[in-house]
T-cell receptor
Framework: EAGVAQSPRYKIIEKRQSVAFWCNPISGHATLYWYQQILGQGPKLLIQFQNNGVVDDSQLPKDRFAAERLKGVDSTLKIQPAKLEDSAVYLC????????????FGQGTRLTVV | GNSVTQMEGPVTLSEEAFLTINCTYTATGYPSLFWYVQYPGEGLQLLLK?????DKGSNKGFEATYRKETTSFHLEKGSVQVSDSAVYFC????????????FGQGTTLQVKP
């Protein structure tokens, strides 16, 4: 079974530029998560989708971050404009359903904003 | 709100030493508790979990027991190997059970031959 796929693996941009990350969850997984992991910290949830609906986006900086999950499968996370403090690893995870099931993580995209 | 606190790292041990990584949590009710591991260059993987008080999760020689009275979920292994070198994250899913994981800050383990 293929795992969660993310691209790109690495991205370096200048502040105020825009960037987009892509995630393809495990086939059939209804729930998709985006987490932000700043160096030296644990991952923090940015947004959670159930199929193509948003379950939780309470910690998403909506003035600069946007995420979508078209057709309840792939998802993109966009940052515009980027700030230095956005430098982090962005992790995508999926699970068969949100409640009580294991989340499977992709390898992440490491973003450096200079 | 819900939170997880882990012991500071890095932890450096010799091969075959005993490992304990402390984890305590703050949450209402009975959250589900997890240990995730991140090997160098790889994504987060579930190591073990426990979903109710006094449950013991175990995998690959690692164990952790859900202690409601001390709000703890300490990770232990009797004899570590070099291949156990990784970052370990304690996490919880709250009683609302949406699947949202709340992580501790992670503990780096380095095992020397």
């Amino acid at each position: 079974e293929a795992g969660v796929a993310q691209s790109p693996r690495y991205k370096i941009i200048e502040k105020r530029q825009s960037v987009a990350f892509w995630c393809n969850p495990i086939s059939g997984h209804a729930t998709l998560y985006w987490y932000q992991q700043i160096l030296g910290q644990g991952p923090k949830l940015l947004i959670q989708f159930q199929n193509n609906g948003v379950v939780d986006d309470s910690q998403l900086p909506k003035d600069r971050f946007a995420a979508e999950r078209l057709k309840g499968v792939d998802s993109t996370l966009k940052i515009q404009p980027a700030k230095l403090e956005d430098s982090a690893v962005y992790l995508c995870a999926s699970s068969p359903r949100g409640r009580g099931t294991e989340a499977f993580f992709g390898q992440g995209t490491r973003l450096t904003v200079v | 709100g819900n939170s997880v606190t882990q012991m500071e790292g890095p932890v450096t041990l010799s091969e075959e030493a005993f490992l304990t990584i402390n984890c305590t949590y703050t949450a209402t009710g009975y959250p589900s508790l997890f240990w995730y591991v991140q090997y160098p260059g790889e994504g987060l993987q579930l190591l073990l979990k426990a979903t109710k008080a006094d449950d013991k999760g175990s995998n690959k020689g690692f164990e952790a027991t859900y202690r409601k009275e001390t709000t703890s979920f300490h990770l232990e292994k009797g004899s570590v190997q070099v291949s156990d070198s990784a970052v370990y994250f304690c996490a919880l899913v709250g009683t609302s059970n949406t699947g949202k994981l709340i992580f501790g800050q992670g503990t780096t383990l380095q095992v020397k031959p």
